[in-house]
C-alpha cells in the first residue's frame, strides 16, 4: 500500500495524559499536512510541513499541540495534558510540490482519540 | 465565518439516476477547488479537482462544474451507484497557498438501490 498511513487507528486515554500520532506520508511527498475534524464538521486546519519545515501552525494549535518531521519523511503529532475537548479524528495528508501548479492533498485513514 | 458552503446537508437519489451535490463560495481568492469523498471513521479520499482557469473538468462519472461569477461549483455523479453513498466535501485553497485546504461542512448522499 503506498498510501499514507496513520498509527494508531484509535486512541483512548485519560484526561492529563499525552498522546502521540504518527503520519507516514506517500514516499515522494515533499508537503505534509495535518487536520483535525470533529462530528458533523469539515476538516481543520492545524498544520504544515515542506520538507522539514514547519511553515504554518493555525491558531488552533495551542501550546499543548506540537508536531515534528525530523528528516522530512514521517511526522508526529504530539498532544500535551489531553483534554476532552480535544477527541476528534485527526487526519495527516501529503502533497508533492508542482511548482506553480496546485498540488492535491491525499488523507490517511485518520486516528480516531477519546479522552475520557 | 464558513468561507465554503454546502448548504444542503444531505440528498437522496435513486440508483441510475443523477446526483448533483452543491458548494458555494465567498472568498475571491480561491483558485482550487477539489471535492473529497469519505465514509464513515476514513481519511477523506479525493475524487476531482478544478482550477479557477476552467469551467468543467470530467473524470468518468464525476464532473465538476465552476461558475466564478455566482461563486458556485457543482459535482455531478452519472450515474449514480449505490457505492457512492458516502457524505461529500468541498474544498478550496487560496491562490498563492498550498499550505491548506478550507472545506465545507459536507453532504451526506444516500443512493437508493
Known amino acids: 500500500d503506498t498510501g499514507v498511513s496513520q498509527n494508531p487507528r484509535h486512541k483512548i486515554t485519560k484526561r492529563g495524559q499525552n498522546v502521540t500520532f504518527r503520519c507516514d506520508p506517500i514516499?515522494?511527498?515533499?508537503?505534509l499536512y495535518w487536520y483535525r475534524q470533529t462530528l458533523g464538521q469539515g476538516p481543520e486546519f492545524l498544520t504544515y510541513f515542506q520538507n522539514e519545515a514547519q511553515l504554518e501552525k493555525s491558531r488552533l494549535l495551542s501550546d499543548r499541540f506540537s508536531a515534528e518531521r525530523p528528516k522530512g519523511s514521517f511526522s508526529t503529532l504530539e498532544i500535551q495534558r489531553t483534554e476532552q475537548g480535544d477527541s476528534a479524528m485527526y487526519l495527516c495528508?501529503?502533497?508533492?510540490?508542482?511548482?506553480?501548479?496546485?498540488?492535491?492533498?491525499?488523507f490517511g485513514p485518520g486516528t480516531r482519540l477519546t479522552v475520557l | 465565518d464558513q468561507q465554503v458552503k454546502q448548504n444542503s446537508p444531505s440528498l437522496s437519489v435513486q440508483e441510475g439516476r443523477i446526483s448533483i451535490l452543491n458548494c458555494d463560495y465567498t472568498?475571491?481568492?480561491?483558485?482550487?477547488f477539489l471535492w473529497y469523498k469519505k465514509y464513515p471513521a476514513e481519511g477523506p479520499t479525493f475524487l476531482i479537482s478544478i482550477s479557477s482557469i476552467k469551467d468543467k473538468n470530467e473524470d468518468g462519472r464525476f464532473t465538476v462544474f465552476l461558475n466564478k461569477s455566482a461563486k458556485h461549483l457543482s459535482l455531478h455523479i452519472v450515474p449514480s451507484q449505490p457505492g457512492d453513498s458516502a457524505v461529500y466535501f468541498c474544498?478550496?485553497?487560496?491562490?498563492?497557498?498550498?499550505?491548506?485546504?478550507?472545506w465545507g461542512l459536507g453532504t451526506s448522499l444516500a443512493v437508493n438501490p
Open positions: 495528508a501529503s502533497s508533492r510540490e508542482q511548482g506553480k501548479r496546485s498540488d492535491t492533498q491525499y
Open positions: 474544498a478550496a485553497k487560496e491562490a498563492g497557498n498550498n499550505r491548506k485546504l478550507i
Open positions: 514516499s515522494e511527498h515533499n508537503r
Open positions: 472568498n475571491s481568492m480561491f483558485d482550487y
